[in-house]
């Protein structure tokens, strides 16, 4: 793995977008893998303002969403499509026939509509490049602890810490989703490159047992000890319980 520090939350912005930009331009039709959350909110930033004052071109990229709550539709607010929609995929140029997220209000069965994702982006020829942030308890899409490491998209139940963590994206007389459709663990590790985004104190403790403890399913982002391409951009308050932040910074 290899572990970025940076200065702060600016800098892994920058940077995180500076990945993904140089894989655009690499390969014009990168399949994309995203996420939401507060995380990456910064590198959707740089990125729209590549696009806008760069040329970034993003109209042959395809992406792939990480998650979506069930029983949320695209067009609640606290959706991820919303989310995705307001800040990101409106400020660039994205086909929006290339876009893909989980359908939270699938019709018919649920266990068909998650292998028919998957499905798609088999047909697709699988992600290049797939964003992550991670949650408090270590959890990397909504694949919370006990998720297998070798699941695939299904539905998961989000757990009491990760339900509190959302209550503030929701207003107090919505209801909060107890549950979520996600890409499993064995969805993201067959991802070719994974970036890894954390930021704040709140994060710290599980960026540390996810690099440097045990693999596990109790922390479902330490599964990414296993993938051979994983580069993990962490500020200064994620970093900070590392035990080996010097040699992760040796620039040698
Ligand atoms: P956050 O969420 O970026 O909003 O902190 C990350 C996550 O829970 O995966």
Redesign the pocket.
């Known amino acids: 793995m290899f572990v970025i520090l940076c200065k702060g939350y600016a800098e892994l912005s920058q940077q995180s977008a500076g990945i993904v930009a140089a894989a655009i331009r690499k390969r014009p039709d990168l399949r994309l893998g995203l996420?939401t959350?507060?995380?990456?909110l910064g590198m959707y930033r740089e990125l729209a303002r590549m696009h806008r004052e760069e040329g970034l071109d993003f109209s042959r990229v395809v992406t792939f969403n990480l998650d979506e709550y069930l029983g949320l539709a695209a067009d609640h607010p606290q959706s991820a499509h919303a989310f995705m929609q307001n800040e990101f995929f409106k400020h660039v140029n994205v086909a929006p026939g290339n876009i893909h997220i989980p359908d939270g209000t699938p019709s018919g069965d649920l266990d068909e509509y998650c292998a028919m994702y998957e499905a798609i982006i088999q047909r697709a020829g699988g992600i290049d490049v797939q964003i992550?942030?991670?949650?408090?308890n270590g959890?990397?899409?909504f694949n919370e602890p006990s998720s297998s490491l070798a699941s695939r998209t299904r539905i998961k139940t989000l757990t009491r810490q990760?339900l509190e963590?959302n209550r503030r994206l929701f207003q107090e007389s919505q209801a909060i989703p107890e549950a979520a459709v996600t890409m499993g663990i064995g969805t993201i590790l067959d991802a070719r490159k994974i970036l890894l985004l954390a930021?704040?104190t709140?994060?710290a403790a599980a960026l540390a047992r996810s690099i440097e403890g045990p693999v596990t399913a109790h922390v479902t982002a330490s599964a990414l000890q296993l993938h051979r391409d994983v580069t993990i951009l962490a500020d200064e308050q994620a970093a900070a319980e590392l035990s080996e932040r010097e040699y992760y910074s040796d620039p040698a």
């Open positions: 996420a959350g507060t995380t990456p992550l942030g991670i949650g408090r959890h990397i899409g990760t963590d930021s704040a709140s994060k």
